[in-house]
């Protein structure tokens, strides 16, 4: 076999030596045939006739010697490949339109491919990630636990509840069991956001809090100094963390002495003892990338919540994620159903006392919680599934566009092939097999394609830039500090994109043009039948070309609007001006009091800078896809009567009102009077009001959270409604307090400058200021209001630029293609237009005939084009705002400027139709 | 005797190749004069029949080819049997033989 294999690569590599030789074995052959006649008593000239008569043809014997070596097809492909270089190089203009077209729908494929492979492919960088298994757990909803901090578990069916986090007593009775299929069992969890501090320099990120056996259960060994053991994890252990190699590259310019280093976390002390290899972010949420791995046993010192244990009278936070290691050739199956019962036992053991009526003896054992598990190989994964949807829209619009470039370069190969007609008549005349023609046509398509593959490489590079920038611009499109690389499995999809591309465009055209009745097409082939048939198909391609832009411009249409209606949508408060950032001093130490006399230094600093009109802070950022919310319990309600009356909370300095321009429109509002030890007291807006209040009674009215807080606040005013959360969401009730009289969840606040003149000139100053307060305190996310609001409608921005983008390139395909037929129809019937006209038609008459004829294609395009739209667009409808899937205005729009657009398409074909000379057309007859 | 042309059946021909290998190498000019001459005359391989079937033998494997030097130190191709060459010649051997007794046997009885 492989000797055969040898053989032909040698007959195709070594051609001209194989050619050398089969010359000479027959040369030999007849020297001999020679001798022997002459030996025979001939003379040499008549001895050389005799045996060159009994050998035959010389050429036929090494043609038959040739087909045996099994070369032919390989020969022949190379043939073909030369061949269609030739007829490239012949041909520039088609061939640069025809590449570029497919090179801006493959390289638009390969680019987002890439993206779907980091995003949802890619697997951990740890050995053996499939044998990873990731606990997950779904209960009905009467189970509740007290409290879950985490993504909830994507696709859990309706009714239900679950979670990839767990409680930690429940992570300790999963390790405590026995005879599990999982060699090591782990747990790890977020920490948010965290102050890490070295060397004096400050930063906000995302750290990992982890069990002991956390690295040697995922297999990662340290790249410097060591791991985390569960020694570590002791209670009395040293603080040890390890950092990430990203970040001992960023932050300590990879210093090979960092080992025994102090980094602070939430100003907890821990030395570094080691750095993890390069390329593991840890296990978390694809777009995290945790500095820093610290044991988990410091959780309650560096979140301040007490998770693990819960705080007095509660079971602990579910927090953490439970991740094990499967024995060789166990199943993740088996290791389920070795844990679920220790899961489920304990579960109901610490669920929380019944907050209602419901108790775990109430409970419908159908609603127990039970233990599921998915592959661990991604690590976390719900964040990849949030991306999923936004790339499968992506994906279809990148689709589209490539099967547009393939129906464009379809219809620029019928039209060659029209121009090609005799000579593949004449080779099929001559004897030439219909599937070598087809296979010749195709290997043309296919270098095409492929050299369209290559250039598209180019363009994926650029347009994997540009996706990671959309990424990095924030709004949560495509998750940030991804770098897409090219890879091999990306190359490997663009050449099967490509050779399945070369095939579809290449293959009616081929079939096509070497479908002809020869008789018909010798006869100069201009009314032949084939010729009938290749512009039906050419026409069935314009029209779905048409089709297709109907679709990706209306989509285009739809987001635009869509972006419009959420830029202007009433917000209720002035966003001109303004420049936002966050303060964490909470995690920097700060409480009580001395949390509440940095902000007012802060505050005052702020205000006394010069070009300040006004400044405030308050808990929640407006319109910045931040929730904090709960249920109020109204006069008279107890938790155990009360029905979920559910209302955004925030907690304001006293002259955010005045601030941020949200007028006052009932009762009073902040003062400086209330503090401390006054009473309580709080503002509603409009909507709390009316959803809670209906009787109009709102002023003087005490509402609480809990128990505890039973009656606690007055109600002493009502401002006018304001977006809260997204520009999208529908008003919701606001329930405001008084930061200087709250103890609890004022650790981080988000300050509101309004500046007389550009409000970013303000940012250095405030970092400035910050800093002459506290130096080790970072400020994160400064950005103008503007920018925040912007950034939640990104999606919806990325979307509309796409399709703008693809759509006015699709119709500008498909103009061409339009053209291209429109002309090819007017070539075509010159002979007819001349006879109309020496008939005594009008000019006017053939253009609007031929013209005609053109917006027949487009309204038939349009009419296929609005069933798919239809059918399509209901898919994105979740993602509109203001306007409807099936929106008449924008359909009407889209359908106009398309028809226009093939008017302009056909008017130069129709304008030379009107010019023929009746003369000159009936003499080609 | 008239000679037969050797438009025989194709196996045919590659057995009575394999067989004239069977006793050393040859060229393909050698293998043709010895087909010439132990058929007596009966059995001539035209070129146009020869080179192509070394060819697919050898494509197929029951053959080798090399260059070497013919008797009067002229550079000749010369063929030779491998061991699925000899495999297939004992095969082809026994079928056509079978053939050849079953052929002979219906001339002889009907």
Redesign the interface.
């Known amino acids: 076999m492989t000797k055969g294999l040898r053989k032909r690569l040698r007959a195709v590599f070594l051609r001209r030596q194989m050619e050398r030789e089969l010359d000479d074995e027959l040369r030999f052959h007849l020297e001999k045939d020679i001798e022997l006649n002459m030996s025979r008593g001939m003379g040499e000239k008549e001895a050389r006739a005799a045996a060159l008569r009994s050998f035959g043809g010389v050429e036929e014997v090494k043609e038959e010697s040739r087909d045996l070596r099994g070369v032919r097809f390989l020969d022949e492909t190379w043939q073909d490949i030369r061949y269609g270089l030739r007829m490239m190089k012949k041909s520039p203009a088609f061939t640069a339109i025809a590449v570029l077209s497919l090179a801006l729908g493959i390289g638009a494929n390969t680019a987002l491919f890439s993206v779907v492979d980091s995003v949802l492919l890619q697997k951990l960088a740890v050995p053996e990630p499939d044998r990873l298994v990731l606990f997950e757990w779904q209960a009905g909803k009467a189970f509740r636990t007290s409290g879950t901090s985490g993504y909830g578990a994507g696709d859990i069916p309706k009714g239900r509840r679950g979670s990839s986090s767990f409680n930690h007593g429940i992570y300790e009775a999963m390790l405590a069991q026995e005879g599990t299929p999982v060699t090591d069992l782990f747990a790890f969890a977020a920490l948010w956001q965290a102050n890490v501090s070295v060397d004096g320099r400050a930063d906000v990120s995302d750290v990992q809090l982890v069990s002991g056996r956390y690295f040697a259960g995922l297999g990662v060994p340290a790249a410097l100094g060591r791991t985390l053991t569960d020694e570590d994890n002791l209670p009395n252990a040293a603080p040890a963390a390890v950092i990430s190699h990203a970040f001992w590259q960023s932050k300590l310019g990879g210093d090979p002495d960092v080992i025994g280093k102090r980094i602070d976390i939430n100003k907890v002390a821990f030395t570094i003892v080691g750095v993890s290899p390069k390329g593991f972010n840890g296990t978390l949420q694809i777009d995290m990338y945790p500095a820093a791995s610290v044991p988990l046993v410091f959780e309650s010192q560096l979140s301040g919540e007490n998770m693990i244990d819960g705080r007095a009278g509660r079971s602990g936070v579910w927090f953490v994620h439970v991740m094990g290691r499967l024995k060789p050739g166990a199943t993740r199956e088996q290791a389920v159903a070795s844990l679920a019962g220790t899961f489920q036992a304990k579960a109901l053991e610490i669920q929380p006392p019944p907050t209602r009526e419901t108790d775990v003896a109430e409970i419908d054992p159908k609603d127990y919680p039970v233990l599921m598990q998915r592959s661990g190989a991604q690590g976390l994964t719900e964040s990849r599934r949030i991306y999923s949807s936004t790339l499968y829209i992506l994906m279809g619009v990148v689709a589209l566009v490539l099967l547009i470039a393939c129906a464009n370069v379809a219809n620029m190969l019928l039209a060659r092939s029209a121009s090609r007609g005799t000579e593949i008549t004449l080779r099929l005349a001559m004897g030439a097999g219909r599937w070598r023609l087809v296979r010749q046509l195709l290997t043309e398509s296919l270098l095409l394609a492929l050299l369209g593959g290559a250039v598209g490489v180019l363009f994926a590079i650029w347009g994997t830039d540009a996706l990671a920038a959309i990424g990095d611009s924030g709004g949560n499109v495509l998750p940030e500090g991804v770098t897409y690389g090219l890879n091999l499995r990306v190359l490997l999809f663009t050449v099967a994109v490509s050779v399945v591309t070369g095939v579809l465009f290449g293959l009616a055209p081929a079939l096509r043009s070497t479908r002809l009745d020869l008789t018909s097409a010798m006869k100069e082939g201009s009314r032949g039948t084939a010729g009938i048939a290749r512009s039906r198909l050419s026409k069935t391609l314009v029209v779905s070309q048409v089709a297709m832009s109907l679709l990706l411009l209306f989509g285009a249409g739809l987001f635009l609007r869509t972006v419009y209606n959420l830029q202007s949508v009433e917000l209720g408060f002035d966003q001109e001006n303004l420049l936002v950032f966050t303060l964490r001093p909470g995690k920097a130490g700060y409480e009580t009091d001395r949390l509440h006399e940095f902000y007012r230094t802060v505050f005052e600093r702020i205000e006394a800078t010069p070009g300040v009109a006004a400044a405030t802070y308050c808990r929640v950022p407006l319109v910045a896809n931040n929730t904090f919310d709960s249920g109020v319990l109204l006069p008279g309600e107890t938790p155990q009567s009360g029905e979920e009356h559910l209302t955004n909370l925030q907690i304001v300095r006293e002259n955010f009102f005045e601030t941020m321009g949200i007028p006052l429109l009932a009762g009073r509002g902040f003062t400086d009077l209330d503090v401390e030890g006054s009473q309580p007291v709080a503002v509603v807006s409009e909507k709390f009001a009316r959803d809670y209040f209906p009787e109009g009674n709102v002023l003087g009215q005490r509402v609480g959270f809990d128990e505890k807080s039973l009656g606690k606040y007055e109600i002493v005013g009502v401002v006018r409604d304001t977006k809260y959360n997204s520009l999208r969401e529908d008003i919701a009730p606001i329930f405001y307090t008084s930061a200087r009289q709250e103890t609890d969840n004022i650790g981080t606040m988000y300050f509101a400058v309004r500046t007389n003149g550009d409000p970013t000139a303000f940012a250095p100053i405030a970092r400035k200021i910050v800093n002459g307060v506290d130096s080790e305190l970072p400020v994160t996310d400064v950005m103008t209001q503007e920018a925040r609001s912007a950034r939640t409608v990104a999606e919806e921005r990325v979307f509309a630029q796409m399709l703008t983008f693809f759509g006015a390139l699709a119709v500008l395909l498909a103009a061409i293609g339009l053209y291209g037929v429109m002309s090819y129809s007017v070539a075509q019937r010159t002979n007819e237009i001349g006879i109309r006209m020496a008939l005594g038609a009008e000019t006017g008459g053939v253009l609007r005939m031929v013209v005609a004829q053109g917006l027949k294609f487009a309204i038939i395009g349009l009419v296929i084009g609005s069933i798919a739209t239809f059918a399509l667009t209901r898919f994105i409808e979740g993602q509109l705002y203001g306007v409807t899937a099936s929106d008449p205005l924008t359909f009407a729009v889209v359908g106009v400027l398309l028809l226009a657009v093939a008017l302009v398409a056909c008017w130069i074909p129709a304008m030379r139709a009107a010019r023929v000379d009746p003369m000159v057309a009936l003499r080609t007859e | 005797m008239k000679t037969i042309q050797t438009d025989l059946l194709q196996g045919t021909l590659d057995l009575l190749v394999l067989k004239t290998l069977q006793s050393g190498p040859r060229?393909?000019?050698d293998i043709?004069?010895r087909i010439n001459q132990v058929s007596e005359d009966v059995l001539r391989i035209?070129?146009?029949s020869l080179?192509?079937a070394?060819?697919?033998l050898e494509?197929k494997?029951w053959i080798d080819a090399e260059?070497g030097a013919?008797e009067n130190n002229?550079?000749?191709?010369f063929y030779r049997l491998t061991a699925s060459g000899r495999k297939r010649l004992a095969e082809q051997t026994v079928i056509w033989q079978r053939f050849a007794a079953a052929v002979a046997l219906i001339l002889k009885t009907v």
């Open positions: 060229h393909g000019w043709s004069q035209g070129q146009g080179y192509p070394l060819h697919r494509d494997g260059w013919s002229r550079r000749a191709k």
